[in-house]
């Protein structure tokens, strides 16, 4: 506590802590001896702390966050049983043109003694957040995950938008999948806080929505995209519950048999990696189309060929980007000396 016997010393230190969010912080702040300028700077400091506060940003793309859904078999419209569950979170570092990007796993789980058994998993698209801006972008390149499968880096929650404005086009197109009474719809109607951060309310049709299509209220909110998890969710797919800490916090195991696991990360190996005239592209996958990809994200040329010569390129650094016949993608690089 601040005692007005520390403001007549002309120094006072100043310990807090917001939300418990923030490390503990020590602020020295030097005074006139006048009371009257004593008085201003203090209120000055304590506004300044309660807008930091309440304006503090939550961060969707981090790990130990865990969504988990049911999958279910249905037939026109109505739900029978539950197949599976999934659980989506996010794990690991990728670097694509210079910037860092979280894999979105969805890994199919199954109950094991009232716990998550993880069995199966795959990265379903790329992420990465810039918390100044408030946006996530995404690099994407299936359907059943966005309704934006451009494989480029768009944006697809943008936090900053205030009343009025117009979300991003690749929201507009999952809230809004077609035109509807011929009517401007997916424009920002309020924007409200609570403790978990903001929500942004819109008019669209509610994603999963099954049968005839009809405008209601939507939203998405700050820290978790929509209000069941990071990406679009089908009819049949049901969200059962949000966790956030590590996997034994939340109730997750990984599959105790030792090939259970089937990781769809890390599928493409280049070499020989540096090279000076090509490279070799090993991977199981049935790939489709390759793109070989500069600092500048600009595509050099694109191929189906495994054995690449990439001697007439300047030296740098390379992307090569594979798109499997399932139109999945994967990245990889290497350096031509």
């Not at 037939?75 to 910037?99: H, P, V, W």
Request: aromatic residues 12%.
């Amino acid at each position: 506590m601040i005692t007005m016997e520390d403001l007549d010393t002309g120094k006072w230190m100043a310990q807090f802590n917001i939300q418990d969010r923030l490390k503990s912080g020590v602020i020295l702040l030097s005074f006139k001896k006048h009371k009257t300028m004593k008085y201003i700077f203090a209120l000055i400091f304590f506004v300044g702390i309660s807008q930091t506060n309440a304006q503090q940003y939550h961060p969707l793309v981090k790990e130990g966050k865990y969504w988990i859904y049911g999958h279910y078999d249905y037939s026109n419209c109505f739900l029978m049983g539950q197949r599976f569950s999934e659980i989506r979170y996010f794990e690991g570092d990728t670097i694509i043109l210079d910037n860092q990007y979280k894999r979105l796993i969805s890994a199919n789980s199954k109950l094991n003694n009232s716990q998550y058994e993880i069995y199966k998993k795959k990265t379903v698209c790329y992420m990465r957040e810039d918390t100044l801006q408030q946006k996530v972008f995404m690099i994407n390149s299936d359907y059943d995950v966005f309704p934006c499968t451009d494989s480029v880096e768009i944006c697809i929650w943008d936090f900053s938008l205030k009343q009025g404005d117009t979300l991003a086009q690749c929201a507009q197109n999952m809230f809004l999948p077609f035109e509807i009474d011929g009517q401007q719809y997916c424009i920002i109607d309020s924007v409200q806080t609570d403790p978990s951060g903001k929500v942004l309310y819109s008019k669209g049709v509610i994603p999963g929505t099954c049968g005839d299509l009809s405008i209601s209220n939507v939203f998405y909110v700050e820290g978790h995209g929509m209000d069941v998890g990071p990406i679009l969710r089908k009819f049949n797919v049901l969200y059962h519950n949000y966790c956030e800490g590590t996997l034994a916090d939340c109730n997750i195991i990984i599959s105790s048999t030792q090939n259970g696991l089937i990781d769809n990360n890390n599928k493409i190996i280049i070499t020989p990696n540096p090279t000076t005239d090509f490279i070799k592209i090993q991977t199981e996958l049935d790939i489709k189309g390759i793109e070989i990809i500069d600092q500048n994200g600009m595509a050099v040329f694109r191929l189906n060929d495994k054995e690449i010569d990439v001697s007439h390129l300047i030296s740098g650094v390379y992307f090569v980007k594979c798109i499997s016949i399932k139109s999945e993608i994967y990245y990889g690089k290497f350096i031509k000396l």
